[in-house]
């Protein structure tokens, strides 16, 4: 069973950046496609970003050109590079497989606010 680390989050002005990092303690290099996901408050949980092993990404609408999902499989993390962002994607962000198979990690806060 592969557990997951977010971490990188933080509290960011609109039009800012941050960069999120998920640890696995266990090999990712099997688990075909990883995303990234997001509960807002009041919200369900979404996926925004996934990247399968060969390097292929897709994005949600949403966050389509502003963030960029990226993966080391040697490093067993994989990353969420965040640009322009914005008060609504304020959430918490959580990584797992896609279909999300593993238990879900403790995620990382990410508060957009001026």
């Known amino acids: 069973q592969v557990q997951l680390v977010e971490s990188g989050g933080g509290l960011v002005q609109p039009g800012g950046s941050l960069r999120l990092s998920c640890a696995a303690s266990?090999?990712?290099?099997?688990?075909?496609?990883m995303g990234w996901y997001r509960q807002a408050p009041g919200k369900q949980r979404e996926l925004v970003a996934t990247?399968?092993?060969?390097?292929?990404?897709n994005y949600a609408d949403s966050v389509k050109g502003r963030f960029t999902i990226s993966r080391d499989n040697a490093k067993n993390t994989v990353y969420l590079q965040m640009t322009s962002l914005k008060p609504e994607d304020t959430a918490v962000y959580y990584c797992?497989?896609?279909?999300?198979?593993?238990?879900w990690g403790q995620g990382t806060q990410v508060t957009v606010s001026s």
């Open positions: 266990g090999s990712i290099f099997s688990i075909y496609v």
């Open positions: 797992n497989g896609v279909p999300a198979i593993h238990v």
């Open positions: 990247i399968i092993s060969g390097g292929s990404t």
